[in-house]
């Protein structure tokens, strides 16, 4: 197949681009904000929570600085901390891990199921009837929904509520996604979501935003976020810093009511990607019976990644590895980090293979069909 020539290079993402498209609503908003004089804790971050949780159709959505945040709220709201354990997977962004270890838990990572990425609800199980031994109780478990896949919650969650602990759902690359007829971030005790720039929903910079059904959960973590303030300068309760500003949340604002729309537009990139990629050797992404799949990322598997790689580069296709490391892995984790009895051994598999493609709702249709041809070229 002959390829037309390289004009200009396809980027694995484009936050400027996501700006652009909206240059003149988000200006509007941000000037709105700027005006006002007000600019943490304010009308725009009241109003962003409102419609976050209305659009959840969650009672509660606190806004905090960013998606770490958003889990060390929740872990530290649910009481979770020093001689406590928390389960989670190696094969995430190490944020989730950082998180756990920023209450001062101990982590427990699980492996993978090797066809959609997220937690084996299998080992999950068997972790929680049977703890690896020298670890403090466990206490908590986070399902990491990457890629904009769905884990496997529903036995997760019965289990969960079976050994009477907490699940919290990491819905940092799947707002929107659905299991069942039913959004994620609405199941477990509480949802963290990051809003990084480059995520479905995105700020202009750091963000986060974390929901819950439980009222006093969510008034709780709302004066950790600021200090334990309940009253002005007045700390009822150990707390922190971590407040959405309210440029961001004016940001938020105008883009929440575009992310169907933007996912939409994934999903059918996605598919492109799917068609072209039939019948090669190179592993498209599996989708999750009874769930939707919002493609934070698209990410393909193959046993030469690295040579794929080379090659889409050298036809001017960006892409990245989410992720090149496994947590468990890392010079700041290795031998140190408690895993499940597989080992990860599915997760280290997955982290030699994987490989994201451009996915961001303003590739053109143009951009779109030079990536098929370039893969199907290459296959």
Request: with cysteine.
């Amino acid at each position: 197949m002959t390829l037309p020539p390289i004009t200009t290079m396809i980027p694995l993402a484009d936050p400027g681009a996501a700006y652009r498209a909206h240059r003149d609503a988000l200006d509007e908003a941000l000037g709105r904000a700027l005006d006002s004089g007000w600019y943490i804790l304010g009308k725009e971050g009241e109003a962003f929570e409102r419609e976050f949780a209305d659009w959840l159709g969650l009672p509660r959505a606190v806004g905090c600085a960013n998606g770490t945040d958003a889990l060390v709220l929740i872990l530290r709201g649910l009481g979770i901390g020093p001689g406590m354990a928390v389960a989670t997977v190696s094969h995430t962004a190490v944020a989730t891990v950082a998180a756990i270890e920023m209450v001062g838990a101990t982590p427990v990572l699980i492996d993978i199921d090797p066809d959609t990425y997220t937690m084996d609800a299998d080992e999950l199980l068997a972790v929680l009837q049977d703890p690896p031994p020298g670890l403090p109780p466990l206490r908590a478990v986070i399902a990491v929904h990457l890629y904009g896949q769905p884990c496997d919650l529903d036995p997760m969650l019965a289990a969960c509520a079976e050994a009477g602990i907490p699940l919290i759902e990491d819905c940092a690359q799947a707002h929107g996604a659905t299991l069942g007829g039913r959004k994620l971030g609405t199941l477990g005790v509480a949802a963290a979501f990051s809003l990084y720039p480059t995520k479905n929903l995105g700020a202009l910079g750091d963000a986060g935003v974390l929901a819950t059904a439980d009222e006093a959960l969510a008034s709780r973590i709302a004066a950790i976020r600021q200090y334990g303030w309940t009253s002005r300068y007045i700390s009822d309760m150990a707390g922190v810093n971590s407040r959405l500003d309210e440029l961001q949340a004016a940001v938020l604002r105008v883009r929440l009511p575009l992310l169907e729309a933007g996912n939409a537009r994934r999903q059918h990139i996605a598919n492109c990607y799917d068609a072209a990629l039939a019948d090669t050797a190179i592993v498209s992404p599996v989708r999750r019976a009874g769930a939707t799949h919002v493609f934070h990322q698209y990410v393909v598997r193959h046993p030469e990644r690295d040579s794929l790689m080379a090659l889409l580069k050298e036809q001017g296709i960006g892409s990245g590895i989410h992720y090149p490391v496994p947590v468990h892995l890392q010079p700041a984790y290795l031998d140190r980090v408690a895993l499940g009895p597989a080992g990860c051994v599915e997760t280290e598999a997955a982290s030699r293979e994987i490989l994201s493609l451009p996915m961001f709702p303003e590739l053109t249709d143009e951009q779109v069909d030079r990536v098929c041809g370039v893969l199907r070229a290459l296959a």
